[in-house]
């Protein structure tokens, strides 16, 4: 792990502690339990349908347990006014860029609606943002003229304004071609290194996850079935983990 988790001003610990969650007689979570140390990238990987974004949105508050707890900093997350006093950004898997506004107007939202910097200083801190993701000059383009990498580059951006304690990244590199998605992979390295932020990735892209993780938590139907350094993941003998892992996704043959 980086020096970075060292940096307890910059990064924060989550806990997830036997999280249960039902939709109907469907249950997507069923008591799961992990620790995420500050300034770790934490992946949970596992295939489409496991849990893995539905347990994204309780960590970021879009979903509330049927029963367990999430905490942040030994504090339970549902504790008044804690999430004001920590800062967390999402990366959602569209990007999700307003349509109607340009590239710099995406980046700059948050500090726009909240007046937290004069217009001056708000125009400097996006071009910045933007030069990390290396889209220096883009302020005036309109999503629509972006690829779906750049379009994923200025959500990190965008989640870069708040100087962010805490990224989530839901399936950041997913409709992506391959080396673009290698380039993402490089940037949450280099966007950590850089903010010394807490990382929590979900993706069932395994290069994804075994190129930039400190640890990863295999998840399937709704439970972590293993939970450790990528090499000790590799070296699952758990069946399901070895079937996820080892899967080849050939064309079928005419």
């Known amino acids: ?11 924060v610990r989550v ?14 979570l069923r008591g ?6 500050r300034g770790e990238i934490f992946v949970l990987m596992g295939p489409s349908g496991s849990g893995k974004s539905v347990l994204l949105k309780h960590i970021i508050g879009l979903e509330e347990p049927d029963a367990g707890e999430l905490l942040l900093e030994g504090q339970s997350i549902h504790t008044e006014g804690l999430r004001d006093r920590y800062r967390m ?24 609606e909240h007046r937290l910097k004069p217009e001056a200083e708000i125009q400097r801190v996006i071009a910045e943002k933007l030069d990390i993701v290396g889209l220096k000059g883009t302020e005036e383009k309109i999503p629509a ?16 304004i708040i100087e962010p304690q805490l990224i989530l990244y839901d399936e950041p590199t997913s409709e992506l071609d391959p080396l673009i998605a290698i380039t993402i992979g490089q940037e949450i390295l280099a966007l950590r290194d850089r903010t010394h932020a807490t990382s929590i990735v979900v993706t069932h892209d395994r290069d994804l996850a075994f190129g930039i993780a400190d640890r990863i938590a295999m998840i399937a139907e709704g439970e972590i079935l293993e939970i450790g350094r990528p090499e000790d993941v590799r070296r699952s003998q ?9 899967a080849d996704f050939k064309p079928k043959q005419p």
């Open 89 to 112: 950004a999402m990366v959602f898997q569209s990007g999700a860029l307003l349509n109607s506004l340009t590239v710099g107007e995406n980046v700059g939202l948050y500090l726009r």
């Open 145 to 160: 003229e972006l690829s779906g990498g750049m379009k994923k580059r200025v959500a990190l951006a965008r989640a870069l």
């Open 1 to 11: 792990m980086s020096a970075a988790a060292n940096n307890h001003h910059e990064s």
């Open 15 to 28: 806990e997830v502690r036997g999280l249960r969650k039902s939709f109907g007689d469907h249950e997507v």
């Open 32 to 37: 799961v339990s992990f620790t995420v140390e």
């Open 238 to 246: 758990h069946p399901l983990v070895r079937k996820f892992l080892t």
